[in-house]
């Protein structure tokens, strides 16, 4: 989005300050139930003492609960990221292979990756590397469709000179292939870390590995509100915070491109 | 030998998934020779895939988990296109709004599953809340960004008809970005689809996920893998048919305009 001016920003706070006073009021007045809507201040409680951010007092659960979905969303993602861009640049630098290969790829990206848990569990046992793999599995698509898609689309012309100088196709991959395909690789890797979280959460949920997507369905069983809400926050934060980064980078990588 | 060579293209695609196909048969049943049941041949998946269509049971949760997923998209999308069409033809309005959008849309649909659990409890309601959600973000971000790049003198002519907000979004912005419309629209029936069946895997005790959650945990792996067969058959066709659609649709409004 644009950038704006402090105006802007005065205005935009507002709004959302607006919202978080409707929240308050909504739940201090009684205007919706407690046990789905706890008061902001319950839920800010509960986040500082799972946070362990009032020295000494909390018991910090929170924190352990962050940093495992966290190590698993970016484990999960790095190793989507690894497989998605070797296994497209294989199938992409070569016209035939794609052509053999491509559409069963087609068929297979609609899938939603957690259809495939039932199956890990059944090969693998409700463990953390099961939940590990599908959360790889699940997010290697967008990649390694956008690396197919941007080897597919590298100007003919460079592949000619590269024909001409008679480059071998490690050399083509990694010096004209690559570079040209980036933006779609970065584009696709923004995607699959979106998923990885996702997957992350629902794998947590059904495989019962410790971490937020456990815990909030705990809290939520317990009819404990604030808890739940406070993993929704922290969800909320890590999706926040994985997406701008990734658009900074993305910024700073692809800065050659711009004229 | 043309024709030849013809139908050696027509059969093409099928070569890959065939030969994985065949591959992961032989596995599974020297799995199952050795006394596995975590895993079925392909070929006993569709025994089990004939007995469920018969028997009805695959009909009833593949319509739940389509109509759950058309009804949250109608009611995600429906706001969304409202809302952003209102943002994106005043600017004010999308520069107060940005701060909240941007605070909310990242958090993870499935994050609200325990939620959606205990305002609602198990059943449609709580998936078509969660399917809406999901929605929503994308259709009212595409939403925006379309309606900002309609052609100001389009705006500029309903200003000078006098036409009310209401007729302005009606009968100059709509139509206008209709073939964007639909590409979002696309967009949000992948996302409908997969939060759906996610949502059902993850706790809703209705439609395909949740039967293929049930076969797998009853140790029925030819049943598990005719679902997830199923599943991605249903996904690929409910794609197809919208790009279809909008491939369709761009072209209508292509040749109109």
């Not at chain 1, 909320?236 to 700073?252: D, M, R, Y």
Request: aromatic residues 8%; hydrophobic residues 60%.
């Amino acid at each position: 989005m644009k950038a704006q001016g402090a105006a802007g920003w005065f205005g935009s706070l507002a709004v959302f300050a607006a919202l978080v006073a409707l929240w308050w009021a909504a739940s201090n007045a009684g205007w919706v139930s407690r046990v789905f809507l706890p008061t902001p201040q319950a839920t800010l409680a509960s986040l500082a003492e799972g946070l362990n951010l009032r020295d000494g007092q909390g018991n910090g659960e929170l924190l352990g609960f962050t940093q495992a979905t966290v190590g698993r969303m970016l484990q999960g993602w790095l190793l989507a990221s690894l497989a998605g861009v070797l296994l497209g640049a294989a199938i992409g630098v070569s016209p035939a292979v794609r052509a053999w290969v491509q559409p069963t790829l087609e068929f297979i990206r609609p899938l939603p990756a957690s259809a495939l848990l039932p199956l890990a569990i059944s090969i693998f046992g409700l463990s953390a590397g099961m939940v590990l793999f599908v959360v790889a599995f699940g997010a290697m698509w967008p990649v390694l469709l956008a690396t197919v898609h941007g080897f597919a689309a590298v100007e003919p012309r460079l592949a000619e000179v590269a024909r001409c100088l008679q480059m071998p196709r490690a050399a083509f991959v990694w010096k004209v292939g690559l570079p040209s395909a980036m933006p779609d690789i970065l584009a696709g890797m923004r995607l699959s870390m979106t998923i990885s979280l996702i997957v992350a959460v629902v794998g947590e949920m059904i495989a019962s590995q410790s971490g937020l997507g456990q815990a909030i369905l705990l809290a939520a069983r317990a009819f404990r509100a604030s808890e739940l809400f406070a993993g929704i926050v922290l969800l909320g934060l890590i999706g926040f915070a994985s997406n701008a980064l990734l658009a900074v980078a993305e910024k700073k990588l692809l800065r050659w491109q711009q004229p | 030998m043309t024709s030849g060579a013809a139908i050696g293209r027509a059969l093409r695609p099928w070569a890959f998934p065939l030969v994985l196909l065949g591959l992961y048969e032989v596995y599974a049943r020297r799995a199952a020779a050795l006394g596995s049941d975590a895993l079925a041949p392909p070929s006993a998946a569709l025994k089990a895939f004939v007995g469920a269509a018969l028997d009805g049971s695959l009909w009833e949760a593949t319509a739940f988990t389509l109509g759950t997923a058309a009804l949250g998209l109608l009611a995600g999308a429906g706001l969304g296109l409202l809302l952003g069409i209102a943002l994106g033809l005043s600017p004010r309005a999308a520069r107060m709004g940005f701060l909240s959008i941007e605070v909310f849309r990242p958090v993870p649909s499935v994050a609200l599953i325990p939620l959606a659990m205990l305002m609602f409890g198990f059943g449609l309601r709580m998936e078509l809340a969660i399917v809406a959600f999901a929605t929503f973000w994308p259709m009212l971000v595409l939403v925006q960004a379309a309606v900002r790049q309609v052609e100001p003198r389009l705006l500029e002519v309903s200003r000078m008809l006098g036409l009310s907000a209401r007729e302005r979004a009606f009968k100059i912005v709509l139509p206008a970005i209709v073939p964007r419309l639909f590409v979002a629209l696309r967009l949000g029936v992948a996302v409908a689809l997969v939060v759906a069946v996610t949502v059902e895997i993850a706790a809703n005790p209705h439609g395909m996920g949740y039967a293929m959650m049930i076969a797998q945990q009853s140790f029925d792996p030819a049943l598990m893998l005719a679902w997830l067969g199923w599943i991605g058959v249903v996904g690929y066709a409910v794609n197809a048919a919208m790009q279809r659609l909008q491939g369709w649709m761009a072209r209508r409004m292509g040749a109109a305009a």
